[in-house]
């Protein structure tokens, strides 16, 4: 029987994660698993939303570590897992995505002997202006195992000289989750509720610091789309963080908080199905998140994303993505090609099937089964 500890900290963790449980749940006699939540996120509607609606079940232990700078959160992370590594003494630790929580523990595990699995590995956008980037550097390069998702993540493990038998082309759990959902997305009423018609609006994420945090860039980025905005309602569910950046920014006027979508709407964020139900029948999608440029490559609904680069390249060599920076006129011109109709058509990447999970429960039946002495070397740290 082999221990494991599964990690989840923020709001695209959950979705990796929830496949990988139900996978495990059925090898009862193989695994015995434990949920570690960080608390990174702690909003009712940035966490415990998911868990209600992807059928998760409640976390064992909720570290409640909150926000804070990149090292106060992270190392309130490693603090508060050592602990639980030292309890439970887990054979393995498995950490998805590239949040601060994945990084801190894989790094509290690994000193303590523990193998790890990296769920999301090799995605690189070379660009260390990126906490996130930081945080997939430091994750693959610790891990005992790495699942990817495609071939431009086994590419970038080789070239960083990652021995062949640690990486696992696996598929993508995200898309697992999206599969499993979509029927049931389909048929939700949302966008009736909200008078929407299908195929005529928008939707919207921003939250990265490298579009929130400038005041400049944040206004240049809302000025933009709300021109787009005059031609179609764009909902924005919106982020904690960017709903404090538009507020200190003095940049609401950008914005409509009426009743009913209209111009650029902003709203609550919203739970992982009624958001799926959105984005499938949107007419685009823009974003600058990394896990719906994934989703809206399966979804065939056109993706403009404001960022300069991106760690998930196949989204644009056979996906519906394109990235295109976060200037008001290349906005602007990519937003009003799609509503000319101008649309990209894509296929979904090899693997992103639905049964990722499966196969990275199957790798970890198989190889990873000499707990022994990474238990041992943890008895001797104590
Ligand atoms: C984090 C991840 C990012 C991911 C994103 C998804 C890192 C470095 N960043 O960014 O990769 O794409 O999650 O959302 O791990 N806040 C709340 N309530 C919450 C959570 C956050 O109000 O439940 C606010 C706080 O003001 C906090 C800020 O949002 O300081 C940022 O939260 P944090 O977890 O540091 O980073 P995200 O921007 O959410």
Excluded at 28 to 35: A, G
Excluded at 153 to 166: F, M, R, S
Excluded at 236 to 261: A, D
Excluded at 292 to 321: A, D, K, M, S
Aim: proline fraction near 5%; include cysteine.
């Amino acid at each position: 029987m082999m221990k494991v500890i599964n990690v989840v900290g923020a709001r695209p963790n959950f979705m990796k994660m929830a496949p990988i449980i139900e996978a495990m749940n059925r090898y009862p006699d193989r695994f015995q698993h434990l949920l570690v939540h960080t608390g990174q996120h702690y909003d009712e509607r940035m966490s415990q939303a998911f868990f209600v609606d992807l059928g998760m079940p409640k976390p064992d232990v909720d570290l409640e570590v909150g926000s804070g700078s990149h090292a106060e959160q992270t190392a309130r992370i490693m603090v508060e897992f050592e602990k639980v590594c030292l309890r439970e003494r887990p054979d393995l630790v498995i950490v998805v995505g590239d949040v601060n929580s994945t990084m801190a523990c894989t790094i509290t595990a690994k000193k303590l002997g523990i193998k790890v699995a990296h769920v999301e590995a090799g995605l690189r956008s070379r660009d260390m202006a990126m906490p996130e980037e930081i945080n997939r550097l430091c994750t693959d390069v610790l891990c005992d195992y790495l699942f990817t998702t495609d071939h431009f993540a086994d590419e970038n493990l080789k070239a960083e000289g990652v021995a062949d038998d640690k990486v696992f082309f696996v598929g993508n759990v995200m898309i697992d989750t999206l599969l499993k959902h979509k029927d049931m997305a389909r048929g939700l009423g949302l966008m009736a509720d909200l008078g929407l018609e299908r195929g005529r609006f928008a939707t919207l994420t921003l939250h990265r610091p490298s579009n929130v945090d400038d005041p400049e860039t944040l206004g240049g980025i809302l000025s933009a789309l709300s021109e787009v905005a005059k031609e179609i309602p764009i909902v924005f569910p919106i982020h904690p963080r960017t709903r404090k950046m538009i507020e200190q920014f003095g940049l609401s006027r950008f914005c409509s908080t009426s009743t009913s979508p209209q111009g650029l709407w902003m709203t609550e964020p919203l739970g992982y199905l009624d958001f799926l139900h959105l984005n499938m029948h949107a007419m685009m999608v823009i974003t600058d998140s990394g896990g719906l440029q994934e989703e809206t490559t399966v979804l065939g609904v056109p993706c403009i994303t404001l960022r300069h680069n991106t760690e998930r390249p196949i989204t644009c060599e056979v996906g519906t993505n394109f990235i295109v920076g976060n200037e008001r006129a290349a906005i602007l011109r990519h937003a009003m090609a799609i509503l000319r109709g101008d649309v990209p058509t894509g296929r979904v990447p090899d693997r992103w099937d639905g049964r990722a999970a499966e196969r990275i429960v199957d790798v970890l039946a198989r190889v990873a089964t000499a707990p022994a002495a990474a238990s041992a070397q943890l008895v001797l740290q104590q």
